[in-house]
């Protein structure tokens, strides 16, 4: 389990990094946006497989704790999971915003 965590983990500080180039990028010449976008969107649904895949490892666990635990785990699995769906999203809204001609 914890090792999908740190993949998430990983995952979502790469889809960062093609963010962050594809603001340089808007920057200069405008060439590599739509690669690095394409990154983030599969970087992304590499990161929702991810998050099913913890979410069903931990539900086949059985583990000794109470329930307020078990929500406060999961709230920390629905952020991680909500970053990268937000850097998807801008990565997106910029593409729309590209291909516009704004």
């Known amino acids: ?14 889809c ?3 963010l962050d180039k594809i603001l340089i990028d808007l920057l200069k010449d405008r060439e590599n946006v739509k690669e690095y976008s394409s990154q983030i969107n ?9 998050n099913i895949k913890l979410r069903k ?13 078990i ?9 991680l999971e909500a970053i990268s769906d937000s850097i998807e ?4 809204y910029i593409m729309v915003l590209l291909t ?3």
């Open 1 to 14: 389990t914890i090792n999908i965590i740190l993949e998430i983990m990983d995952i979502t500080v790469e």
């Open 16 to 18: 960062s990094v093609f």
């Open 42 to 50: 599969q970087k992304e649904h590499t990161v929702d497989l991810l």
């Open 57 to 69: 490892s931990l539900q086949d666990t059985d583990y000794k704790v109470n329930f307020f635990t």
């Open 71 to 79: 929500f406060t785990v999961g709230n920390v699995f629905d952020i």
């Open 89 to 92: 999203g801008v990565a997106d």
């Open 100 to 102: 516009s001609g704004l």
